[in-house]
Nanobody, 120 residues
């Protein structure tokens, strides 16, 4: 069983920074794409940023230049450095990963979410 556990959320003032971490644990061969999504009340989860196994990154336009996604494959961890935070960034942030549990099978997993609140 694969588990994704996020940490690093909290309350911060506008203009501040937070760093989210997501640790993948369990038995698996490799982790392919890793990403961060967020969800605000009344809306579905939306992609914030994604990083491929080769390090190719994708960002939603609203966070470009402010957020940076990175990964540490030696420690099965993905990070989201969030700078210049705005009240609109307030949401529950979820880690997501495509995990190759066995060589011929790819499965998608979600973390439990971590709350980020940005005060004005």
């Amino acid at each position: 069983q694969v588990q994704l556990v996020e940490s690093g959320g909290g309350l911060v003032q506008a203009g501040g920074s937070l760093r989210l971490s997501c640790l993948a644990s369990g038995s698996f061969v490799s982790i392919e794409n890793m990403g961060w999504y967020h969800r605000t009340p009344g809306r579905q989860r939306e992609l914030v940023a994604m990083i491929s196994r080769r390090g190719i990154t994708t960002y939603v336009d609203s966070v470009k230049g402010r957020f940076t996604i990175s990964r540490d494959d030696a420690n099965n961890t993905v990070y989201l450095q969030m700078n210049s935070l705005k009240p609109d960034d307030t949401a529950v942030y979820y880690c997501n990963a495509d995990v190759r549990v066995i060589a011929t099978s790819l499965s998608n997993y979600w973390g439990q979410g971590t709350q980020v609140t940005v005060s004005s």
